[in-house]
């Protein structure tokens, strides 16, 4: 249900708000509009947990409190969510990606790389083919997959998908950190700030809130999905300024 790419949706945010109020008949205001803040939410996060470095060894603790430690950056990675490989791509670690999920189709350089199965169905022999140095594993697999994984000598890290601006910059950051890219990285989540910031002021006097229903996948018409209350889709919208009316369903 989750598996279009979190950080498409957030360079999406500037597009989303045109969207919201571009086209929307001016309204003067009634009453003072909340002001929403020009900085991104203060989130109490936990930066990556570094427990030893040197000159090139890297020692982390993921996702699932699990200390990984890479001997140097990774060179051969296997990407198990599409999350994960655009992230890769996006901090300028596209290269060192050798293999995907069956999920992962952007960008369009990923085409070309081997699939390994992908939700339940992962090939653990096809990964162990590839040689990587780091399988980069995301909330979509669970710990047995990644024990599996880990019981053939592979390494495995775990990043568990955001649910706000600032995890997502954690992930990234820790993405980083994993595969020697920590300059990209920086340089990305500075533009990602800036274009949030763009949209926090945009709205700021905005005094109506559109209704948004946002479809991830219309494979069954009859069956639509969309994103609930407490998703990254949800946050963007209330963060462009709409109102999600998906956004106090339950899970059914």
Known sequence: MYRKNILRKLLALILLTV???GCAPA???QVAPTVVSTQPPQVQTEAPTIASTTSSAITLTDDLGRTVTLNHPAQRIVSMAPSNTEILFAIGAGSQVVGRDDFSDYP????SLPKVG???????EQIVALHPDLVLAAEINTADQVKALEGLGLTVYYLKNPTTLEELYGNLKTVANLTGHETDAATLIASLKARVATVDNKIATVATRPSVFYEIDATDPAKPYTAGPGTFIDLLIQRAGGTNIAGTLKDQ
Do not use: I, R, S
């Open 19 to 21: 969207l919201l109020f």
């Open 27 to 29: 309204v003067t205001p």
């Open 108 to 111: 369009n350089a990923v085409q």
């Open 118 to 124: 992908g939700t339940d169905k992962y090939n653990n």
